[in-house]
Nanobody
C-alpha cells in the first residue's frame, strides 16, 4: 500500500525558508517512471503544482516558483524534500506531496497534506 506523509513546521515567518519532508512507504521513490510532486492549495484557491523530482532524481519546477524552490530526495530514507525560500503570507497553503506519472496535477497517490502559515 502506497502511503505519503508530509511533515514540517506549521508556522514560518516571512522572508524565511519553508522546509517540508514527505516520507513515502509501500514503494521506492526510485521506481521507474514515477514523479514525486509537491502541490499546494492556498485558502480559497485551486491546487498549484510547484515541482517534482523524477525516479532518476531529475528536478522540474513551476516557472513561477523556480527561483525560490528546491526539491531533493533522500533515497536511504525514501523521502522527498521541499524548500521554498523568501516566503511571504501569500505562500500560506496546505502543502501536499503526491505521486504522478507525468508532470502536473494528475496524481494517483497523495498525502493528507500539511497546513503551513506564513506570518508577516
Amino acid at each position: 500500500q502506497v502511503q505519503l506523509q508530509e511533515s514540517g513546521p506549521g508556522l514560518v515567518k516571512s522572508s524565511q525558508t519553508l522546509s517540508l519532508t514527505c516520507t513515502v512507504s509501500g514503494v521506492s521513490i526510485q521506481t521507474d517512471f514515477y514523479y514525486w510532486a509537491w502541490i499546494r492549495q492556498p485558502p480559497g484557491k485551486g491546487p498549484e503544482w510547484m515541482g517534482a523530482i523524477s525516479w532518476m532524481g531529475s528536478t522540474h519546477y513551476s516557472p513561477s516558483l523556480k527561483s525560490r524552490t528546491d526539491i531533493s530526495r533522500d533515497t536511504s530514507k525514501n523521502q522527498i524534500k521541499l524548500q521554498l525560500s523568501s516566503v511571504t503570507p501569500e505562500d500560506t497553503a496546505v502543502y501536499y506531496c503526491a505521486r504522478t506519472r507525468a508532470l502536473g496535477l494528475d496524481y494517483d497517490y497523495r498525502g493528507q497534506g500539511t497546513q503551513v502559515t506564513v506570518s508577516s
